[in-house]
């Protein structure tokens, strides 16, 4: 499908006996980060811990341009410079990890992530009301925790892992009443827990033949109310999921790939969905390789999509549809110096797309769009080296990313037919160039985002248009190396060029702001 999941993803070094790192950063806005780990084992059993605080008042000033007053002698609009109230937040978060291996042929892990996470949502800045009329606030808390059984055979492996998730949810927005004090409008309580079970058989290379087969087995229940408007659901789902695939290599230029999968969600039996790909070596001794593949698509709403509180929305049908991918791709090296590119054109047709998109309530709700024709070119491209005592990467890309709504056109009134997809940039691209030198390092990230619609009918106004912006961010460290440890201080300099931007219509982004980040490592 087009969705993706977020893994806890580390490997053990097994020659570790003792080490760690300490980070401290202090920046703008009353911003705080502070990070340790703490790493220890042997031959057999290996531990890391990682514990982490964030947080920050977040009370930057910008220019309001959702509100204004025209100037009597000129005529000109005026816009307030106001301040981001209302927009802290705080963070901690705990990640432990156990790696043990009895034998050479078996490994286990068990991985634990904790996080909660608590902030205060500051108003639209077409806001003009008094600053105490209302108050949102929100509290997350995530648990997730992992284990995970490999034993290798010569040319084969078995991986069977298991997995239980856990999220709380805690949303409440209260307007004053004056006599009476702040009212809760909205107080929704969200909780959503996950069992999960994988197993997967990996064949590897055999007369140019390689297989794979897994088996998903997972559980999922979400329990949503909202106290004040007196809703709420409680659902559950259990999801199977079969899968095969098959790589074939032809001579020494071309490889196949086979892919199929079936799902099964609560006893219905979603479509096969094929995956068909290859590469293949166009120059013999060359690397230029021509790469393509053709893939079925089906995304399921989740129950986040279809029941969270506030916004899911239990109407939503499945994403169904294909995508195509066609892609070059180039490396070459040349004395102290390397580089890569590609180039990649896709094409997706999808029924019911899902998205997510700001609601006049406040918050974010998930809808269908019938018809969606998504296509595009990427490239990108790295270069990295020496030159004498300096070393440099270089590194970009730019996308053409095309979103068309394509839904019913024979509605009439409907203005989003063939209109770009709400807050999708038509052009999109960034640069990254760093220089290190005796632990000298200097980098440079710039990145450019076309102008983004905020209403369906790509309506270009100021006040339903997200105008170009072009981000530039600095950093400048300096790295000591001694015997047993490895000191670092970098200050970050984001938005260099102070630019005025917004990434959600009403919600403007920081100016030029500093981060200044220490760290120790032994």
């Known amino acids: 499908g087009l969705g993706g ?33 703490f790493n220890t ?48 937040y705080r963070k901690y978060g705990l990640l432990q990890e156990i790696y043990y291996r009895p034998g050479s042929r078996d490994f286990l892990s068990v991985k634990y992530w904790g996080q909660q996470a608590f902030r205060t949502i500051p108003r639209a800045t077409s806001y003009e009301g008094p600053d105490n009329s209302n108050f949102n606030n929100q509290t997350d808390t995530d648990h997730r925790i992992m284990s995970r059984w490999k034993h290798f055979w010569d040319k084969s492996r078995l991986e069977l892992q298991s997995g239980f998730s856990f999220k709380e949810l805690d949303y409440f927005l209260k307007n004053i009443v004056y006599g009476m004090g702040y009212i809760p409008v909205i107080y929704s309580e969200s909780t959503q827990s996950g069992f999960t079970n994988n197993a997967s058989y990996i064949l590897d290379k055999e007369n140019n033949y390689s297989f794979k087969a897994s088996l998903d087995a997972n559980f999922y229940s979400v329990c949503t109310r909202d106290s ?13 999921s079969g899968f095969v695939s098959l790589h074939k290599q032809f001579g020494t230029r071309l490889n196949i790939n086979l892919m199929l999968r079936q799902d099964i969600i609560d006893n219905n039996y979603i479509p096969l969905i094929p995956f068909l790909g290859f590469d293949y070596l166009l120059i013999k001794d060359k690397s230029l390789i021509l ?26 049908q499945p994403e169904k549809g294909y995508s195509y991918e066609l892609g070059l791709e180039y490396s070459t090296s040349y004395s102290r110096h390397s580089l890569k590119t590609e180039l990649t054109a ?24 019938n018809s969606v024709i998504a296509k595009g070119i990427e490239i990108n491209a790295v270069i990295n080296g020496n030159i004498g005592q300096f070393e440099y990467r270089l590194s970009g890309t730019y996308a053409y990313t095309s979103s068309v709504n394509y839904g019913n056109k024979d509605v009439w009134g409907d203005e989003s037919y063939g209109k770009q ?9 960034n640069i990254l160039a760093k220089i290190v030198y005796h632990g000298f390092s200097i980098s440079w990230q710039h990145n450019s985002y076309s102008e983004r619609y905020t209403t369906s009918s790509n309506d270009i106004s100021r006040r339903d248009w997200l105008y170009p912006y072009f ?11 001694t015997e047993k440890l490895i000191m670092s201080a970098e200050i970050k300099i984001n938005n260099l060029f102070d630019e005025t931007y917004h990434s959600v219509l009403y919600r403007p982004m920081p100016g030029r702001n500093y981060m200044l980040l220490l760290m120790i490592k032994f």
């Open 5 to 37: 999941s977020i893994n806890i993803s580390n490997t053990a070094d097994w020659n570790n006996k003792i080490s760690g790192k300490y980070m401290q950063g202090i920046g703008s806005y009353k911003s705080y980060d502070e990070f340790i780990q």
């Open 41 to 88: 084992g042997n031959k057999k059993i290996q531990s890391k811990t990682r514990i982490y605080h964030n947080y920050s008042r977040n009370d930057y000033t910008f220019i309001n341009r959702g509100i204004g007053n025209i100037d009597p002698l000129t005529g000109n609009i005026i816009n307030p410079v106001d301040t981001n109230d209302n927009a802290d």
């Open 228 to 240: 004040v408007k007196k809703t709420g659901y409680n659902e559950q789902r259990t999801e199977l």
């Open 291 to 316: 790469k393509g593949n053709i893939a079925g698509n089906y995304l399921h709403p989740s129950l986040n999509d279809l029941y969270w509180e506030p916004g899911g929305n239990p109407e939503l």
């Open 346 to 369: 896709y094409r997706s047709d999808i029924n019911n797309w899902i998205v997510w998109i700001p609601s006049y309530k406040g918050y974010w709700e998930p809808r269908n769009i």
């Open 421 to 429: 997809l709400v807050y999708v940039p038509l052009h999109s691209g």
């Open 471 to 481: 981000m530039n961010n600095l950093v400048i460290g300096k790295e000591v190396k």
